[in-house]
């Protein structure tokens, strides 16, 4: 049985973490009103705090 999925596909945004930091190790991301940091650890790793 071939079925096919009539919704419009939509592609999630892609974002370099590097030039979301401007080449440093965190951003301050806001949501809602909540402030958050994401921190580009030594090993090369993300966090996202609160």
């Keep these: 049985m071939n079925m096919q999925n009539s919704a419009p596909t ?3 945004p892609v974002y370099d973490a590097l030039k979301l930091t401007g080449g440093g190790a965190s951003a301050v991301i806001i949501l809602g009103g909540q402030v958050y ?5 030594r090993a090369g790793k993300l966090l996202l705090n609160k």
């Design 37 to 41: 940091t994401l921190r580009i650890t």
């Design 10 to 12: 939509t592609r999630t």
